[in-house]
């Protein structure tokens, strides 16, 4: 019940934020604008702040960090930080939005796969946790940590390779998976255990074994490996060295509905029965949530340009393609997303549906959002809604045609239903996009 309310409350402010942004006139100025549903957003981080408060030993330390590749943007960075949630980063670039939204170092994980020398020292520097990836990365660390000392908490990245989940790209505990120290190899344990024994100052286990496709059971599988390394680690050192378990982030989202299951109490509740010691309170536990912090808090709003019909099959025109969901485009059985049609005034269409194409701006034949989709009929000037499009969407922009960034703006809804935009980032401008082509370097070829 409490979930239905929920996925109303959201739709409801979804239909209002459309037509105050055509009456508002946000997409005279472009054809295409992204907003982003700011109490959708808090509502989310509260449910997993509240989540594992309700599971977790009393004075245990957890840290909730957004991973920021799922949003790249300072102030979706600082509101989280508002909601009381750090950042875990994954390149300098992403490190540089945590600290220009002014996340704490000591609520900023850095985990990326091959970090280099100068982005190891500048972490440790600053005291950031660091997850390693690998026995290199690891060998490079203790030639940092023996030079200057760190206030940063040091982990590794264990690929439990628990399996696949039904996106390949996406699964990264797999047999293969090329994140993290294997766990089930030959001679892996032993090694993993050695490596903690060695070395007073490594601290921390890290895994993120979940993803969209990845069922509850088999992350939290991952988590159990994790914690039973853990366990003996510490036994074989004789002292409670691993003091923290970062279990990563993970939960897949519904792009099917306004629902929200799974709920991270349905998460929680998984990792209790698989796991029941991880909320003891011996370790600290850190988390990197993404997608399901962002998803669903994410519409794009692109007008229709033109309709036509080829070979007998409706296509409408729209500026919203590969530029913004791109990989619903590359991959659409794996990345489907809902269309809703509104008409010129921002109001919903309730036309009888018909088969159509939607299709983007971008120039190649495979540009479209959706094929054969059952909508009303749509018509220039009308609007298309994109839910569900706030994390890897529109905030990983795909620069192909030179097609600007689009705006993004937060919206927020007053008691009296009154919609408040934002700006959160402005459209890219014809001048950035030659900027960015090179463009002060006109003569570097001839
Ligand atoms: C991408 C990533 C996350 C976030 O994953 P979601 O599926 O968006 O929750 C967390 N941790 C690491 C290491 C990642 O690479």
């Known amino acids: 019940m409490a979930a ?5 409350d959201a739709a409801h402010r979804r239909d209002r934020a459309v037509r105050a942004a055509v009456e508002q006139g946000l997409l005279d100025r472009e054809p295409v604008v992204c907003l982003l549903d700011v109490a959708g957003i808090r509502a989310s981080a509260a449910a997993l702040t509240e989540a594992f408060a309700a599971a977790v030993e009393p004075r245990t330390p957890v840290l909730h960090t957004f991973a920021v590749k799922a949003a790249p943007l300072v102030p979706v960075l600082r509101l989280l930080d508002a909601c009381g949630l ?52 690891l060998e490079r660390l203790d030639a940092l940590v023996a030079a200057a000392a760190t206030r940063s908490p040091v982990g590794l990245r264990i690929n439990p390779q628990t ?8 699964s990264t505990a797999t047999a293969t998976s090329k994140f993290g120290f294997a766990l089930r190899d030959p001679g892996a344990r032993e090694r993993l255990v050695r490596a903690f024994a060695e070395r007073p100052w490594l601290t921390r286990l890290h895994t993120h074994s979940g993803s969209q496709g990845v069922p509850l059971e088999l992350i939290a599988e991952g988590v159990r490996e994790l914690h039973g390394l853990a366990e003996e680690i510490n036994a074989a ?4 060295r691993v003091d923290t378990l970062d279990i990563g ?5 519904d792009f099917a509905s306004d629902g929200h299951a799974p709920s991270y109490a349905e998460y929680v509740a998984a990792l209790r029965a698989a796991v029941p010691a991880l909320f003891d309170g011996s370790y600290g536990l850190v988390t990197e949530f993404g997608r399901s912090l962002l998803a669903k808090h ?20 729209t500026h919203a393609g590969v530029q913004l969901a791109t990989r619903t485009v590359y991959a659409p059985a794996a990345w489907p997303l809902r269309i809703l049609a509104y008409d010129a005034k921002g109001a919903p269409r309730t036309g009888a ?14 540009d479209l959002l959706a094929t054969a ?6 018509f220039p000037g009308d609007v298309i809604a994109v839910p569900d499009t706030g994390a890897y969407a529109f905030t990983a922009h795909y620069g192909y045609n030179s097609l600007p960034r689009p705006a993004v703006h937060g919206f927020t809804t007053t008691a009296d239903d009154t919609v408040r935009f934002a700006l959160a980032r402005p459209a890219q401008t014809p001048a950035e996009l030659v900027t960015e082509a090179g463009g002060d370097h006109r003569d570097a070829l001839l």
Do not use: M, W
């Open 237 to 240: 050192v004789g002292e409670r």
């Open 4 to 8: 239905d309310t929920h996925a109303q």
């Open 353 to 366: 549906p018909v088969a159509q194409d939607v299709a983007g701006p971008a120039c190649f034949a495979g």
């Open 373 to 378: 989709r059952e909508l009303p009929e749509l």
């Open 163 to 170: 399996g696949a989940g039904s996106i390949g790209a996406l």
């Open 249 to 253: 982030g993970g939960l897949p989202v």
């Open 298 to 317: 994410g519409l794009v709003l692109a007008r229709v340009e033109y309709t036509k019909t080829t070979g007998g099959r409706r296509i409408a025109l």
């Open 86 to 137: 750090g950042c875990e980063a994954a390149s300098p670039g992403e490190l540089a939005l945590a600290r220009a939204a002014g996340v704490p170092a000591e609520q900023t994980v850095l985990d990326s796969p091959a970090k280099t020398a100068a982005e190891l020292r500048g972490a440790l520097a600053l005291g950031i946790a660091v997850n390693a990836d690998n026995h290199q990365e």
